[in-house]
């Protein structure tokens, strides 16, 4: 858990991969934490970089306001401290205001910003539902300091605001940085900071600065994520047509129910889409074949057929098995199905022999002398399939398919290549480790 001295301070951070720099800004009353499941789905090529903003999370909590200003005084710091040049910017809540307000004051230092949930514009009073109105009313008034500071509101309703729930472990992490009244002040400082009819001003300022970045930078490119389905959503459908009118270079995506802290219900589809994005506009750094990458697209792939497979009582070598017995289209001989067996999925003739065993006692394979896919089996390949299917074909659509081409080229070589080292291995009598 790494820590960078900062001004008169400490940020705490959490960092994953190499390559293009992303920092990844959370909001109130969260922490890094909340990207603790996008950070490792980020892949190869980026840099995952998630501070804790000061007085949050595990990072220090100087004697300061914790206005907006400070959060960017710190957040300079911070990104100078660790020498970030050239930086894809990820903001939620907060988050994302002071990404915006970063990159607007650093216009040559951002190659993208992606944000989700975060204040995107001034706003009215008269825009609040009744209960937001009163709720922001509140923090203003002296009984904030009652809500936020004795009874710690934001962090024991924060669940309130995810759609799947939070286990209570997670909800004591972060719980854990605002033990006592004056640590969780910053948490009332950005209730407080709320733009509402052009108060506070200074807040109201930065807005419009990075306002005119934002619609101002067609180059730059920017990733809008949406959601739906929770009455606790900041960004709805009339705030998106604003994004979509005013900020230029902008890519909406919608993924669906969540809510205000969308990263706790949808950490992998958050980041599934900023890579999409991310790769449109090489924004992550040049990747190079490598066993590593090979194990994790294998691993990915794999994770996909188990997950359609789990709960059906059929395992990846009965599902292989299956798969080339259906191939086969002609009943065959249980020797024949046992080679074909042995041949690909590298197990010996007996534990061949128990994976048709198996298939059989399932309904899915029928015959003694001559095997077949009984009607059964051939439907249950049908649902897999299809499900499986439709979730790869997902994840390969928009690749040019000159590049496909390629992949498939090299791959083919690599592999003839390590199967002929295992046959050359295997004549020679050379053990395996």
Sequence with gaps: MPAVTVLDSTMHYEETG?????????????SSH?????????????????????????????????????????????IDALGLDKVVLVGHDWGGALAFDWA???PGRVLGTAFFETIVRPMSWAELSEAARTRFE????????????????????????????????????????YPTRESRRPMLAWARSMPLDGEPADVVARIGDYDRWLAATPGVPKLLLTFDSSPTLLIDEPVAAWCAANIA????????????????????????????????????????????ILGQAENAHAAVLARELAGTGVTKNQ??????????????????????????????????GAVIGDLRSAGLLAGED???????????LGRVRGATGAIVNRAYRDIPDEDLEAAGRVL???????????????????PGN
């Design 412 to 430: 083919s070589v690599i592999t003839a290549r390590l199967n002929s080292e295992l046959a050359v291995a295997a004549q020679a009598g050379e």
């Design 319 to 352: 599902w292989i098995a299956l798969n080339l017995i259906a191939a086969a289209g002609t009943p065959a001989t249980a020797d024949e199905v046992r080679g074909r067996i042995v041949g690909a999925v590298k197990i010996d003739s007996g534990q061949a």
């Design 370 to 380: 001559k095997v077949q896919v009984t009607e059964a089996g051939l439907a249950f």
């Design 18 to 30: 190499t390559g293009t720099p992303f920092v990844f800004l959370h909001g109130n009353p969260t």
């Design 104 to 106: 607007a004051r650093h």
């Design 249 to 292: 270079g902008l890519q909406s995506v919608h993924l669906g129910p969540a809510g205000h802290h969308a990263a706790e219900d949808k950490p992998h589809e958050i980041a599934a889409a900023i890579l999409d994005w991310a790769g449109r506009h090489h924004l992550t750094a040049a990747v190079t074949l490598s066993p590593q």
């Design 138 to 177: 509140a923090f203003r008034s002296p009984a904030g300091e009652s809500l936020v500071l004795d009874k710690n509101m934001f962090i024991e309703t924060f669940p309130k605001a995810i759609l799947s729930g939070l286990r209570d472990d997670d909800h004591n992490v972060y719980r854990a940085p």
């Design 34 to 78: 909340i990207w603790r499941h996008v950070l490792p789905a980020m892949g190869p090529g980026v840099r995952g970089l998630a501070p804790d903003l000061i007085g949050m999370g595990q990072s220090g909590k100087p004697d300061i306001g914790y206005s907006f200003a400070d959060h960017a005084r710190y957040l300079d710091a911070f």
